[in-house]
């Protein structure tokens, strides 16, 4: 074996030999930085172990650049597996042992495996989060993580990633770190610089226990420390620190890794003393120095140094023009609509792909400034938060209105990304043409694709998925997943949302100043193709006929309720004909919806008699015709006051007509897209399960719905034998999940700032409270607060609910629902149209409603005025 197949860290300074990361420990080491020992497997053994599998990287990266964008993903996939399939080399093995051996460490030793690849660490390109590093392994599991390593490089988010890099046609190759695993009490990034502000004297640093990969990951909200470094005259000063609430701790055992819960008291202590952040700024303004650039360093602290892990530079200018993790705001009032407060590994998994793919890619085509390796979406204890600030700039470089995202995202009103500019000209041009293509083209694009995904979802019955083995039931699921992926229309329909609320606003704000928000609600109820307002109808004719068939009727009123016999005692009835019919169509959708792990309507049915019961319980209960009624009766209502305030002006009449009809257009598909993407995520789940249930035969899991707790790679790895435990690891997420369930997470995570503990807000309040109206009109009655799936049992007939946000998934409930009052939601969102199409009275965006009022108490819902009022014997009701 040629010596260039490994070398010593400390030798380490060829990035096209051993990549940017070992280059960059190799150069902290020269310069006498505190770096842990190690080996470079290097680029040279990548090439050699592939050529003599017959494999070209070469030939292959380029078949994959000349592709198309829907080709790509199976080619990369398919040399992903290759790779992934590959075993290193006996004398490389060998070799390595003993490298690794003289560090005298031992045979229990714990060992990082991190990616160096050729490209990866520069200024331009730090492809941060996109290759694969494994903490906590075995001397004897190295080799396999070096594979991981080196197939991690044939990912869609790697090649993607170079080509926003402007590296397309660069063929990448992996070198792999590897290093012993510090067992450190402290650990985090710092940078040489404000990495908001730019200020050059001042350095932050983030911070959390044990080890740091829950924060780069974004796991975890860290501590930080802001410390003033000054050379005339020289002086060091702790600016600020911002201490967060960290649940728990990633540590190092002789086992491996665990998340180990902290104790109540410990979960608000800062991470690092004051002198210990000084002495950590003066190491990165020390490695500022010798680079002569800002720099970001990882770091840890194990009690014997200060441990530097990576060391890279930082644009030394423009950086607070810059968007970067740091300066952008996250919300998630997008995603609690239709994400259960705490999903599961694989639904976060498939969300972040989801936006890069389907929502990001899009907007870097048309030509909109991204910078690389800025996420679209962050997950914070266990939540999805959505890149706020990034959609409000990319908004902003197409000179639409970024102050319209909250509105359609919900959630607070939050400030503009300064630094922002349009688009020139001839971009702007290019980007519009594009940009309409894709919306109009949606228009007749949608019934197919609806078809097709309907189709695929429905395909994946048990019979059709009995027969085919596990890497059969992989293949199956992998193949499914591309081609939703290639076939969904979710930024077309979406962007058609967006344009055509932008005119309209703009149009009406003229001649109805402050006012024309109500009136624009109004005009899209009862268009008919809501198809998640549809199926409240569809519940309430079930109660009709249910009044008319005496067995359903006396089956659905008994005092003994027992809903599990339903099939049985209804047999042969035109209600339960009636019901599966219902249920055909509406079967595939949940609470949570979006999350695979959530069981559908369809297997859990007594959720839908219970709705339909509660129906039948009503006194008097508005008939499916005055419903339809009323919806028309509103829309002519609201175009009828749009009309007058145009007067003789028909040409601006005209212009509004055309983009009302544009808005009630993409509104159906929006709601039509997500209704039969849901088919498809049925069938997947379906999938899923059954590949669950043969790993628990086979001894790898306890439960088939453990599955839901691994990434995609994770399931990949456990189908193909790795030995990994992972019940283990199963365990171990299920154990961070119910942590997370006992923490208070923010609604928005805002820019350089960390949020606070958990308090308990005054449940007390005097004056009334005030939202945005969704749905028009006048209610009082009891609160009913719907804080899990599980609250929708207590629902009854005449109740006020109050929700964080409206969750597609209640639907069914606003048939019982006298009002809605809305913690979070913006005027347009999914929930909103429901709510406002079946013509509840709905108030949205009211901060910690959900805290500040009680079950079961009495208020009054003013909803044209967007008005709370608690009730009291002193109260006249209307």
């Known amino acids: 074996m040629s010596d260039s197949l490994l070398v010593s860290l400390t030798s380490c300074n060829d990035?096209?030999?051993?990549?940017?990361?070992?280059?960059?420990?190799?150069?902290?080491l020269r310069n006498g930085f505190p770096v842990p020992p190690g080996v470079c497997v290097t680029t040279a053994a990548y090439h050699a172990t592939l050529r003599i599998a017959g494999l070209d990287p070469a030939r292959q990266w380029a078949e994959v650049h000349r592709a198309s964008q829907d080709a790509r993903g199976p080619l990369l996939d398919e040399w992903r597996r290759r790779v992934a399939a590959l075993t290193l080399p006996r004398p490389l093995q060998e070799t390595l042992h003993l490298e690794l051996t003289e560090l005298g460490l031992g045979p229990a030793a714990l060992w990082a495996v991190r990616s160096s690849a050729s490209a990866e660490d520069k200024e331009e390109a730090t492809f941060a989060g996109v290759y694969r590093t494994a903490l906590g392994v075995s001397q004897e599991a190295i080799p396999a993580a070096i594979i991981e390593c080196w197939a991690s490089l044939w990912t869609i988010a790697a090649f993607s990633y170079h080509q926003r890099a402007g590296q397309g046609t660069v063929v990448p190759a992996m070198a792999v770190v590897i290093q012993p695993l510090l067992s450190p009490r402290a650990a985090g990034v710092a940078y040489s610089c404000h990495p908001?502000?730019?200020?050059?004297?001042?350095?932050?640093?983030?911070?959390?226990?044990?080890?740091?990969?829950p924060l780069v990951s974004g796991r975890m909200i860290p501590d930080e420390y802001t410390v003033e470094v000054r050379t005339q005259p020289e002086s060091k000063t702790l600016l600020q620190q911002e201490i967060a609430q960290k649940p728990s701790a990633r540590?190092?055992?002789?086992?491996?890794?665990?998340?180990?819960?902290?104790?109540?008291?410990?979960?608000?202590?800062?991470?690092?003393?004051?002198?210990?952040?000084?002495?950590?700024?003066?190491?990165?303004?020390?490695?500022?120095?010798r680079l002569g650039r800002p720099v970001d360093i990882e770091w840890a602290l194990d009690g014997s140094a200060a441990w530097l892990l990576q060391a890279r530079a930082i644009p030394d200018s423009g950086a607070g023009a810059r968007l970067t993790e740091r300066t952008c705001v996250w919300s998630r009032a997008n995603f609690k609509e239709t994400l259960p407060?705490?999903?599961?590994?694989?639904?976060?998994?498939?969300?972040?792909?989801?936006?890069?793919?389907?929502?990001?890619?899009?907007?870097?085509?048309?030509?909109?400034?991204?910078?690389?390796?800025?996420?679209s979406v962050r997950v914070i204890q266990g939540r999805p938060y959505i890149n706020v600030t990034l959609f409000q700039s990319v908004t902003a470089q197409l000179g639409g209105d970024p102050t319209l995202i909250a509105e359609q995202m919900g959630g607070d009103a939050l400030p503009v990304p300064a630094g922002v500019t349009r688009l020139a000209w001839w971009r702007l041009a290019r980007a519009a043409v594009l940009l309409e293509w894709k919306i109009w083209s949606a228009v007749w694009l949608a019934p197919a694709r609806f078809a097709e995904m309907k189709r695929l979802g429905m395909a994946q019955t048990d019979h059709s998925l009995e027969n085919l083995s596990e890497t059969g039931l992989l293949n199956r699921s992998e193949s499914l997943h591309?081609?939703?992926?290639?076939?969904?229309?979710?930024?077309?329909?979406?962007?058609?949302?967006?344009?055509?609320?932008?005119?309209?606003?703009a149009t009406l704000e003229r001649r109805l100043p402050g006012r024309w928000r109500p009136l624009l609600n109004a005009a899209t109820r009862g268009l008919g193709g809501i198809i998640s307002a549809n199926q409240i109808l569809q519940l309430a004719e079930l109660a009709e006929l249910a009044r008319r068939e005496p067995v359903a009727r006396a089956f659905l009123l008994a005092e003994r309720w027992e809903p599990e016999g339903f099939r049985a005692r209804l047999a042969g009835t035109r209600w339960l004909q009636a019901l599966d019919e219902f249920l055909a169509e509406y079967g595939h959708r949940a609470f949570g919806e979006s999350d695979i792990m959530s069981p559908r309507f369809a297997e859990t049915p007594a959720y839908v008699l219970g709705i339909i019961r509660g129906h039948l319980q009503a006194p008097a209960a508005r008939s499916v015709a005055d419903i339809r009624f009323e919806q028309q009766a509103a829309r002519q209502a609201a175009l009828t006051s749009i009309r007058k305030a145009f007067g003789w002006r028909l040409h601006e009449w005209a212009w509004?007509?055309?983009?009302?009809?544009?808005?009630?257009?993409?509104l159906e598909l929006r709601e039509g897209s997500r209704h039969h993407l849901m088919h498809f995520l049925t069938g997947l789940r379906r999938l899923v399960l059954i590949l669950g249930q043969r790993l628990v035969a086979r001894g790898v899991l306890h439960s088939g719905e453990d599955l839901f707790f691994l990434s995609p790679d994770e399931v990949t790895a456990a189908v193909a034998g790795s030995t990994r435990d992972w019940n283990t690891l199963v365990t171990a997420r299920r154990e961070a999940r119910a942590r997370n369930a006992q923490q208070t997470a923010p609604d928005t995570v805002?820019?350089?700032?960390?949020?606070?503990?958990?308090?308990?807000?005054?449940?007390e309040w005097d004056v009334p409270l005030k939202g945005i109206p969704i749905s028009a009109g006048f209610v009082e009655g009891p609160v009913r607060l719907m804080l899990s799936p599980g609250d929708a049992a207590k629902v009854k007939n005449g109740d006020i609910l109050v929700v964080p946000v409206i969750d597609p998934g209640m639907a069914p409930l606003f048939g019982l629902a006298a009002g809605l009052i809305v913690e979070m939601g913006g005027t347009l969102s999914h929930g909103a149209i429901i709510a406002r199409e079946y013509g509840i009275p709905a108030i949205a965006n009211i901060p910690r409603v959900t805290r500040l009022l009680r079950d079961g108490e009495r208020v009054a819902v003013d909803a044209s005025l967007g008005v709370i009022t608690r009730l009291n014997s002193d109260t006249v009701s209307r």
């Open 15 to 28: 990035p096209a030999l051993v990549g940017g990361k070992a280059a960059g420990l190799g150069w902290l």
């Open 196 to 213: 908001v502000t730019g200020q050059r004297d001042q350095v932050v640093i983030n911070a959390v226990f044990g080890l740091a990969e």
């Open 251 to 289: 540590l190092v055992t002789p086992s491996g890794l665990t998340d180990h819960p902290l104790p109540e008291e410990d979960q608000r202590k800062p991470v690092l003393a004051g002198h210990e952040a000084i002495e950590l700024a003066a190491l990165a303004k020390r490695v500022e120095q």
């Open 341 to 375: 407060e705490l999903p599961s590994q694989l639904a976060l998994s498939f969300v972040q792909e989801f936006m890069e793919t389907n929502i990001v890619r899009h907007y870097r085509e048309i030509g909109c400034r991204i910078p690389p390796g800025l996420s």
């Open 482 to 505: 591309r081609r939703a992926r290639e076939r969904d229309l979710t930024f077309a329909i979406v962007s058609g949302v967006s344009q055509a609320l932008f005119v309209l606003g």
């Open 656 to 666: 509004f007509w055309l983009w009302y009809q544009a808005l009630s257009r993409y």
């Open 750 to 763: 805002p820019s350089s700032t960390i949020p606070r503990a958990k308090t308990e807000p005054d449940t």
